[in-house]
């Protein structure tokens, strides 16, 4: 009888084996696919990288220094002063803030960006898609080689999947605001930036 048992034990373990063989290219079909997505954001958080940061710091900071050193005036011009508080506005956006970054929120997996700087934006999304680039691979590891538990594998994959998800919308946030803040800097910058040329002109 327990000869009988152990048989029917292992035909089943056989069985169940068998399954997880069966379902292992859908699995790897669907890592393949996510592989493809980050690549594809790779790309784009590349071509969307702001190499200027340091230029665009400079030539605020020169732009501050002329307000500072030829603009006197007896009254309060509100408009101005309403256009330079928009400038430092922007120039929060754009300038990353010192210990803040990315950061996971404590009732999800979710990663927020604490701190909606555009260099931080940027580090966020590419160590986001660097950590899941990882995962992926160890994952198609363990399949590939039939590891841990084959029953969770399923599972597994579409945690990823919310997660590949979550990348493509916080990249798409990224480019946005990226895009928004240049164009707002542009904008304020050619204004405020004439007038302080102009102030020098008159010295």
């Excluded at 603009?71 to 120039?91: A, P």
């Excluded at 950061?103 to 979710?110: A, L, R, V």
């Amino acid at each position: 009888m327990k000869i009988f048992s152990f048989f029917i034990l292992f035909a089943f373990t056989l069985l169940f084996a068998s399954c997880g063989d069966l379902d292992k290219p859908k699995h790897l079909k669907a890592i393949a696919k996510m592989e493809e997505s980050i690549d594809s954001m790779h790309i784009v958080l590349k071509e969307n990288r702001l190499d200027t940061l340091a230029g665009i710091q400079i030539a605020a900071n020169a732009l501050l220094t002329r307000f500072k050193t030829y603009y006197v005036t007896d009254t309060i011009d509100m408009e101005l002063g309403k256009k330079m508080n928009q400038f430092k506005r922007v120039m929060k956006s754009i300038k990353p803030k010192k210990g803040r970054g990315a950061k996971t929120s404590t009732e999800s997996n979710e990663i927020i960006i604490a701190d909606r700087s555009i260099g931080n934006g940027f580090a966020v999304v590419h160590s986001g898609l660097k950590a899941e680039e990882q995962t992926l691979t160890d994952l198609k590891k363990d399949i590939e080689n039939g590891n841990g538990r084959r029953d969770k594998y399923a599972e597994y994959i579409k945690f990823e999947q919310q997660k590949v998800f979550q990348l493509q919308q916080l990249l798409k946030a990224y480019v946005d605001h990226k895009n928004k803040t240049i164009k707002d800097f542009n904008e304020i910058y050619g204004e405020l930036n004439a007038f302080s040329l102009k102030l020098m002109e008159k010295k």
